[in-house]
């Protein structure tokens, strides 16, 4: 599960990020990132110098001034540099093994669009407080940071697209209001069932159940929802076991040894062209005792691209999300 945390400036973020890394929560950090990645990727430096000139740069050093004062000329220069660097920044956090992000424009630069977040949290404070944190931290003047906050998004729209808001006004309890949020994403992430269905590539969110079919979401980019039959063969994840020398093992278990092994980023095994020796290494590698004539080749490469796009998606918790629910098999929905 992916979860964006956005606001407009001066709503304290960082502090709610600093907040949630004592729950051991780490949060990926757009701005730092994107200041990184301007630094030190080689493609950034050519699209930047190629759009604003050589002198964006001196020597390996950003020149921000050059690039804020091309920025402020139009409103074209602004989206022609975020269309450069966005997506970096997408990709950068896509390939990092964060499923938690801070962006103070989520929604007004289109990141949503290309990262999907299962959830979004909008930290919001009131005018005045937001003021005095931009002047004492900046130490510019009140009318400046007024202006800061004109360009953004208003909060009241921000929060309006978020399915949570934390409200960080120096009164109200912060860490009170993150563990609410924690429960209510907790108990959401552990009511989605991950679905496989026969015969149809990729992994399925089940959405709703009706008394003659289910709904399910694609897991990808395009989350399409579709109708599932009884005539399809449906399998929750959850009630999947492999094969070993002694007891099965849940497959919630093996796909967790995998996120070990991957430090929960994308199998960087080329599973799809790997020989059958070398596959059953990797596989031997998280499952030592797995049963060498019951496990074929197809079984570990399904595995492993089930891993990918759980991973791909934000599911790091697989006991969490492959915890056996009742009613999970698609002969149960008629009891529903």
């Not at 709503?11 to 890394?21: E, F, I, N, Q, T």
């Not at 109200?172 to 209001?177: A, L, Y």
């Not at 998280?286 to 197809?298: A, E, K």
């Amino acid at each position: 599960m992916r979860v964006a945390i956005t606001g407009g400036i001066g709503v304290g973020k960082s502090y709610v990020c600093r907040r949630l890394a004592q729950h051991g929560i780490q949060v990926y950090d757009c701005d730092a990132a994107a200041k990184r990645l301007m630094r030190t990727s080689p493609v950034l430096r050519e699209q930047l110098c190629q759009l604003v000139g050589d002198e964006v740069y001196l020597g390996d050093t950003l020149c921000k001034h050059v690039l804020a004062r091309f920025i402020v000329e139009s409103e074209a220069n602004k989206q022609a540099v975020n269309a450069i660097v966005h997506p970096a920044v997408a990709s950068d956090f896509m390939a990092s093994g964060y499923t938690w992000l801070e962006s103070a424009i989520l929604f007004e630069s289109g990141f949503h669009q290309r990262v999907h977040f299962d959830v979004v949290i909008c930290v919001t404070a009131p005018l005045e407080t937001r003021i005095n944190r931009i002047v004492q931290r900046d130490g510019i003047g009140r009318t400046q940071a007024m202006e800061w906050i004109e360009r953004q998004m208003p909060q009241e729209q921000v929060a309006a697209q978020s399915q949570y808001v934390i409200v960080n006004d120096g009164r109200q309890d912060i860490d009170k209001q993150i563990n609410q949020i924690l429960k209510s994403i907790s108990e959401t992430n552990k009511m989605e069932t991950i679905l496989s269905i026969a015969g149809k590539p990729g992994l399925y969110k089940l959405v709703s159940r009706g008394k003659m079919n289910l709904i399910v979401e694609t897991l990808d980019d395009n989350h399409r929802r579709m109708p599932a039959f009884a005539t399809d063969r449906v399998t929750s994840l959850a009630d999947i076991a492999m094969y070993t020398d002694a007891d099965d093992i849940p497959l919630w278990q093996v796909l967790k040894n995998v996120g070990e092994k991957e430090q929960n980023g994308p199998c960087q095994f080329d599973y799809k062209k790997a020989s059958s020796k070398d596959l059953r290494a990797y596989f031997s590698s998280v499952l030592p005792n797995f049963d060498q004539d019951r496990v074929h080749d197809s079984d570990i490469k399904k595995l492993l691209q089930w891993y990918n796009i759980l991973v791909t998606n934000g599911y790091t918790d697989f006991e969490a999300i492959l915890a056996p629910t009742e009613g999970d098999n698609v002969d149960d929905r008629e009891n529903q």
